[in-house]
């Protein structure tokens, strides 16, 4: 059975960090692309960030860029998303994904297994 599971969420300060962790079971990491999803209350949910399957590309919302940075570590068979710098607006459940063999797509419909999400919480 495939799964995701997201942990690492919490209460932040504004200017704190976080990072993110997704570990999977049931499928191997080093087949799978990896997206990073988040809704914010009352929001839709949007893409974050990605990394191929093959690690070697990756992609981040603007909103993100350069204080975000995602990475696999297929020994360990978790991917991570370490956030730098958090704001206000970064609120929200995050989620990560997984698509079997694919490159990297901030999309939604792209990924077919999903984990259950942790909530982040930037506020003073």
């Known amino acids: 059975q495939l799964q995701l599971v997201e942990s690492g969420g919490g209460l932040v300060q504004p200017g704190g960090s976080l990072t993110l962790s997704c570990a999977a079971s049931g499928l191997t990491l080093d087949y799978y692309a990896i997206g990073w999803f988040r809704q914010a209350p009352g929001k839709e949910r949007e893409g974050v960030s990605c990394?191929?399957?093959?690690?070697?590309?990756?992609d981040y919302a603007d909103a993100v860029k350069g204080r975000f940075a995602i990475l696999k570590n297929t020994a360990r068979n978790t991917a991570y998303l370490a956030m730098n710098n958090l704001e206000p607006e970064d609120t929200g459940i995050y989620f990560c994904?997984?698509?079997?063999?694919?490159?990297?797509?901030?999309?939604?419909?792209?990924?077919?297994?999903w984990g259950q999400g942790t909530q982040v919480t930037v506020s003073s």
């Open positions: 994904a997984a698509r079997p063999f694919g490159q990297c797509v901030l999309s939604e419909d792209a990924f077919v297994t």
């Open positions: 990394v191929s399957s093959s690690g070697g590309n990756t």
